[in-house]
DNA sequence: GGCCCCTTAATTGTCCGACAATCATACTAT
DNA sequence: ATAGTATGATTGTCGGACAATTAAGGGGCC
């Protein structure tokens, strides 16, 4: 241990404002959809300026800790989305040159093990979900952008019959960065478009089959193809991922 | 397609700024290091009044895209570092009442394929921070946070030397939740301390000598552990993990 | 020439006050 | 009961102000 002091940090007032009233929402004492005070109220609370807790205010709103519904005044207590956490994530795996190889190193990793789980925990309704994200993928797969997004509610319904909440959150960065890279190339690799759907198909079947294995080997292959196209498509795996687009 | 208008969204000032500016740093025209200009000239620039930019600016600063280093007044570009944007992720996760369960059978899936990467891809650096981690851990984990802070630095190690930068990022969330349920638990099963430096050593063992096979297997023994730590003493998997501490 | 101290300018954090636009609510008229 | 209206509360934005701190020169000293 070094005896020497550390720099006393003087945490600014909005910062301070807004540590406050975080932990008021992540011990519960605030819940998801109670309604903040007004500017005014907090700022007399607080004993600081309005302009100082509305800058509190843009950092809770930013990390999705509060939010105000649309057409409305009032900023209300929001638990999280996964998708808004994940724009973040996305954006600092974009920013520190993460290449097209992690990502898909990193979903070759979790998709079978999540098929797999799904195959063993899917109920009716995430079930339905899954068959309604092939048909929807097999409808509509024209455009670049639909099949891209077809591609990545198939993961998403998939991961969200696992059975386990961290599994969606933790993809959906992932999903966001390979849909950027995936629309560049989708359109070079010609038989992509009906690979995809063909393994889709397989994973949807072993999964109302309730065949774990068969569920993870097909979603293997299903993950492993996405490493032949970014091939057959001549895109260097090394070359790091584009960053998905602003807020 | 639906023939019906879409709402039509005035996004507030503040939010238009920090956007434009969090574009600029996505696509690199603003580098990580480069430094912002003044509130002021940001004002001119955007034609908006100061109170504006500042609020964009924390919006930013919550991010993770900006930061300002110690003791100065410049804001600077910033590339979001892992653990940053993991307290985002682990919030949501805490506040979207995530078990225990959840947690562990996410990182029994991950870790295991973490360190047999490891094994293929080490390089003597990151080898040693392994061995740093684990040798820091032997020597120190008397109390319940120097344990549990020594269970966490090696599982960093072990993902830093995975050869794939979304592995650190995509686990770290994991960690903190796991860290802040650990260290409630860990006085209460005696026999963990010892068995979690066996398993670390085992591990480093098989990276070491590049045995990806048994790396993987230890480490995936050494993830079950932490279950039958929760078993032993007395928690029902199926409670949400606590919330990490606010920022 | 290089280095250190001091003065000066620039910048941030915070405050005050103000006002238009919008939303919420109570009230009124049909 | 419904629609329309008046009233108050709240947010978004602006302008200006000031203390404290940092950045930048400038001059003197070795």
Redesign the interface.
Known sequence: MSTAFE?L?FEPG??RV??AI??R???RTLR?GDPLPSEVELAAQFAVNR?TV???L????????VARR??TKRMVVS????TQ?AG??G??????D?TVR??W??ME??EP?TAE?AARRATPETLAAIRAAVEGYAADHATAHAAVGGVAAFFRAVAAASG????P??QEP?LMLLAAALEVIIDRAPPARARIGAAQRQVLAAIEARDAATARSWMAKHVRDFRRGFEISGIDLDTPVP?PA??
């Open positions: 720099p940090s909005y910062r807004a540590s975080a932990a929402i992540l011990d998801d302009s509305r800058e509190a843009r950092e809770l709103e930013s990390s999705n800790l649309r057409g638990r999280p989305a996964a956490v973040r994530v954006h600092a795996l974009a920013l520190n993460v992690e990502v190193e990193t990793l979790l093990a789980a386990n909440r961290v599994l959150l933790t992932l960053a602003a807020d």
